[in-house]
């Protein structure tokens, strides 16, 4: 078993609540829009039950995080733990960390780049399962017409990190 610590931070509307779980093996999750600690507290327990050891575990991505929604293009470099992806999304989330900050890119762009050009709706199904949302950018993924597209914690946190970047 993998240990697990983990760490609970508060950043700015609409980002909300956020929780940091960190492994062995490097950044395991990223939570943002989180309306409150305790349903931060609630989320880690079922998910992780009795494998998360220690809180204050995260402590220097969350500073990093802290950064980056103060308008910093500070780098969110950071070794991870992908145990919970399959071998596509890996492909897929190693070409989403290529996309630089204030820039975007179509589902279907990703889907090229990592060889498989008619995957466009795996990549927004492996995009969904991002457990580690800014550090693997998901929010930089925009339809091919311009449109949003999705974003599993919500549309106006999606928004939000655009305008942050300088994107729209």
Not at 65 to 83: I, M, N, P, V
Not at 155 to 165: A, P, Q
């Amino acid at each position: 078993m993998k240990k697990l610590k983990y760490s609970i931070h508060r950043f700015v509307k609409p980002i909300g609540f956020c929780y940091v779980v960190v492994s062995d093996c490097g950044l395991r999750e990223i939570a943002i829009g989180i309306s409150s600690k305790s349903e931060c507290v609630s989320n880690i327990r079922k998910k992780y039950g009795s494998r998360v050891l220690s809180h204050n575990g995260g402590t220097s991505i969350a500073d990093k995080l802290r950064r980056y929604f103060g308008g910093e293009t500070a780098s969110l470099d950071y070794g991870l733990d992908l145990s919970w992806s399959t071998e596509f999304e890996k492909d897929v989330y190693a070409v989403l960390r290529e996309v630089p900050y204030g820039k975007t890119v179509g589902y279907g762009d990703i889907a090229t780049a990592i060889g498989k050009p008619l995957a466009f709706r795996a990549v927004g199904n492996a995009l969904g399962r991002n457990e580690l949302p800014i550090v693997i950018p998901c929010h930089r993924v925009v339809n091919s017409n311009g449109a949003l597209g999705g974003f599993s914690a919500g549309l106006h946190i999606k928004r939000f990190l655009l305008k942050l970047e300088g994107c729209i």
